[in-house]
């Protein structure tokens, strides 16, 4: 399984931006679909966005148009850009990697938005 080590969450005011970071451990970084997921409190854990190998993405209805998910296969990093946020994004954020049936999550960070 490839390691997933999540960085860039903190503490934002309503309406910035933060980027999230996601860097994976292996040689066959780019061969995997990247997804970022999040778990609010008391919250099941839920998706948001994932770009394949290809680099074709789909995002889920909240973070559409607000959230974008990018990647550089030469720094094994996916990327999570997050605009406009809201008091209601204010979760762990989760980092996932998927090949076949290979699934790997990293150890998440806190992203809150709060004034």
């Known amino acids: 399984q490839v390691q997933l080590v999540e960085s860039g969450g903190g503490l934002v005011q309503p309406g910035g931006s933060l980027r999230l970071s996601c860097a994976a451990s292996?040689?066959?970084?780019?061969?995997?679909?990247m997804g970022w997921y999040r778990q609010g409190p008391g919250k099941q854990r839920e998706f948001l966005a994932r770009?394949?190998?290809?680099?074709?993405?789909n995002y889920a209805n909240s973070a559409e148009g607000r959230f974008t998910i990018s990647r550089d296969n030469a720094k094994n990093t996916v990327y999570l850009q997050m605009n406009s946020l809201k008091p209601e994004d204010t979760a762990v954020y989760y980092c996932?990697?998927?090949?076949?049936?290979?699934?790997?999550w990293g150890q998440g960070t806190q992203v809150t938005v709060s004034s």
């Open positions: 770009i394949t190998s290809g680099g074709n993405t």
């Open positions: 292996g040689s066959i970084f780019s061969r995997y679909i």
């Open positions: 996932n990697a998927q090949l076949g049936l290979d699934y790997s």
